[in-house]
């Protein structure tokens, strides 16, 4: 069980920091499942726990209102969704405060449960010392400015950091991707390829006049043309 646990990002982050606060941690975790369509939390609700998905999926969905044309309007987008070894609802923990998000299942889903005393004990820190260089990161970014708090913690909250050695392919066109990339340090190159048909003769002065309707005075000079 320890190795299993060991291959989550969530619990290998303490085993690094220190491997007896995760052999502490993992004495106070139980399993629970879930059904299909399953709502885990509500956006605004106390939280009581975190969460670390074992096997499924969830979906995550922000409620959110604005301004438009004079009148308040409501709008609940789907923000993202959640796969195996994912780690949520610690938001509400870290600071404190009411479900930024409602998180609904989209399959059959068995979690780990991280009690809320075991996950300020253990992981509280760690986690907002990541999240803190993320969230100043995506503040800096001009079109982000706009964007409601609770979705930016969101984002920060499922945004890992990952490094590419030179000449690393990072995606291929055709393929679908399950990602967004922002380039934190570096140059990246971008190569697109593009189908083209090459025509069965070559446009040489010899066939221009398949290409024109009238022949240019330049060609009649010099006498390709009749």
């Known amino acids: 069980m320890i190795e299993i646990l060991l291959s989550f990002p969530a619990f290998q982050m ?7 606060d995760f052999i502490e941690l993992t004495k106070t975790l139980h399993m629970e499942n879930f059904e299909l369509d399953k709502v885990i939390f509500k956006q605004g609700d106390e ?14 969905k922000v409620s ?32 404190k405060g009411k ?8 399959d059959f889903c068995s979690m780990l449960v991280i009690p809320n005393a075991a996950f300020r004990r253990y992981m509280k820190t760690l986690l907002l010392r990541k999240l803190s260089v993320t969230i100043n990161f995506y503040r800096s970014l001009s079109f982000m400015d706009n964007l409601p708090t609770n979705v930016i913690l969101i984002l920060a909250s499922k945004t890992e950091l990952q490094r590419f ?6 995606c291929m066109q055709g393929n679908k991707s399950s990602n967004v990339y922002f380039i934190k340090y570096g ?7 593009i189908d083209f048909t090459v025509p069965d003769k070559d446009p040489t002065i010899h066939n221009y006049k398949n290409l024109y309707n009238e022949p240019t005075p330049e060609l009649k000079q010099l006498g390709q043309v009749n």
């Open 14 to 20: 303490v085993a690094e920091n220190d491997y007896n």
């Open 47 to 60: 939280p009581e726990n975190a969460y670390v998905i074992v096997f499924g999926e969830c979906e995550v």
């Open 64 to 95: 959110f209102s604005f301004m438009k044309l004079g009148s308040v309007r409501h709008k609940t987008k789907t923000m993202c969704k959640l796969e195996t070894k994912s780690l949520f609802g610690e938001l509400s923990l870290l600071f």
């Open 99 to 106: 479900r930024t998000a409602t998180i609904s299942t989209n």
């Open 165 to 170: 050695s030179k000449d690393t392919l990072i």
């Open 187 to 193: 140059r990246v190159r971008i190569l697109r390829t």
